[in-house]
């Protein structure tokens, strides 16, 4: 066993951090075994005796984004500080009665990796009991995982939620790629560039045989989702936040907007990396959360304020919301005509879909379902994850529109 020049015992240390790199990457942070390894390595030039040296080297190799820092020292200050970190750090993680020093905020991402690393070691340490042999059939059997996807976003329990929030993560929304006017170099394609031939043949002694291509390049279009936030939405809109921000973090060109009796931008506090602080910011953000709703009022700002900025470049309008407005229906009507001239493709995403029978009485819904392209379920994770691909089928349609309005969906 090698100690070093302050007095610390090398080979525990080394394990120690390993199981610290470890910990954050249960907690989100992109580590690697080889950050491991480089850790290791930084740790022979300094003094371990000194803490805020200690510190500042294992931050420099495992941080790459400042959003990660809040993480990493938390972690940090409560692993490094005594053998019952464990204990202490699930005292922070607990929610606190209201004092004069506000509590450490809570985070999910290293409670979750904390609690992971706990069940572990106590699934280890813990004698199994020998199990009888049982004889299982694959057909008869259902994944958790399979159970919560089908089950409505409204009747799921506290537990099923936080199970479901995870399950959301790691969904993406398939969407189809569309052409755009812009050329690319390409070995085959539909446009000859004769300039690139020209200087080939130049190049090849006047050979004319080697032909250069332009191809159209193709990318996503941007989304826009428009999201009712108000009390008869509240399960579905929390289920939906969680899922843009999913998109968000892959770099999806995604605008969200959230309503209630007013329109909020909500894409910047998205961008969050952890998605439970940044709905439970938005929560506490957005004044009108689950109150009434106003659809035609929010939808008029919408269009007067931020339409012509975020629907360019042919650009698909996601309106999430049952429709159940009573108010200023003449209003709603003509913004929803207006709103559907500024975007290239309008699919509204209605909970209320989820009901065999559902027919569009309301007024609210009657007044919407004239301008939109298609309606689409979304009330559980499999009608979420069906919507790209709804998207792309009706992208390669070409979005006919029907008598009635919205796209008939076979």
């Known amino acids: 066993m090698s100690v070093d020049g302050a007095g610390v015992t090398v080979e ?66 409560l692993f490094w500080r005594d053998p019952d970190w464990e204990s202490k750090l699930r005292a922070l993680l607990l929610p606190k009665i209201q004092s004069a020093a506000p509590p450490p905020k809570r985070n999910n991402r290293l409670a979750d990796a904390l609690a992971t690393r706990t069940d572990t070691r106590e699934t280890r340490e813990r004698p199994q009991p020998e199990a009888p042999a049982e004889e299982t059939h694959a057909r008869l059997s259902f994944s958790a995982q399979e159970r919560l996807s089908h089950r409505d976003f409204d009747t799921l329990s506290a537990d099923e939620w936080r199970a479901l929030r995870h399950q959301i993560r790691a969904h993406r929304l398939p969407l189809a790629t569309e052409p755009t006017r812009r050329l690319k ?55 939906v936040l969680y899922y843009c921000h999913a998109l968000l973090q892959s770099r999806e060109r995604l605008q969200v907007f959230l309503f209630g009796t007013r329109l909020t931008n909500a894409t910047r506090a998205l961008r969050e990396r952890d998605p439970d602080v940044a709905v439970t910011a938005l929560g506490e ?97 499999d009608s979420l994850a069906a919507v790209g691909r709804e998207m792309a089928a009706l992208s390669a349609r070409g979005a006919p529109r029907m008598p009635g309005g919205h796209t008939q969906w076979n």
């Open 185 to 239: 170099a390409a070995s085959r394609g539909t446009h000859a560039d004769l300039r690139a031939s020209a200087r080939q043949a130049v190049r090849a002694g006047g050979d004319w045989t080697v032909w250069k291509y332009r191809a159209a390049v193709e990318r996503r279009p941007p989304l826009v989702l428009l999201l009712d936030i108000s009390g008869s939405m509240s399960a579905y809109s929390r289920a």
């Open 12 to 77: 525990p240390f080394a394990r120690n951090v390993v199981h610290f790199v470890r910990l954050l990457r249960g907690a989100g942070l992109g580590m690697s075994p080889s950050q491991a390894v480089d850790a290791l390595d930084a740790l022979h030039f300094i003094d371990l005796g000194r803490r805020d040296d200690v510190r500042a080297a294992l931050a420099c190799l495992l941080i790459h984004a400042s959003d990660e820092r809040e993480i990493f020292d938390s972690a940090f200050d």
């Open 285 to 381: 953000q957005v004044a009108d959360w689950s109150g009434g709703t106003r659809i035609g009022a929010a939808l008029a700002d919408f269009n007067r304020r931020w339409a012509r900025r975020v629907l360019a470049g042919r650009a698909t309008v996601l309106l999430v919301t049952d429709g159940l407005d009573h108010e200023a229906i003449d209003v709603l009507d003509a913004e929803m005509a207006r709103l559907r001239r500024f975007a290239h493709r309008l699919v509204w995403l209605n909970p209320l879909l989820r009901f065999a029978g559902f027919t569009p009485r309301a007024r609210g819904v009657r007044a919407i379902l004239p301008h939109v392209d298609a309606m689409l379920a979304a009330h559980n994770l």
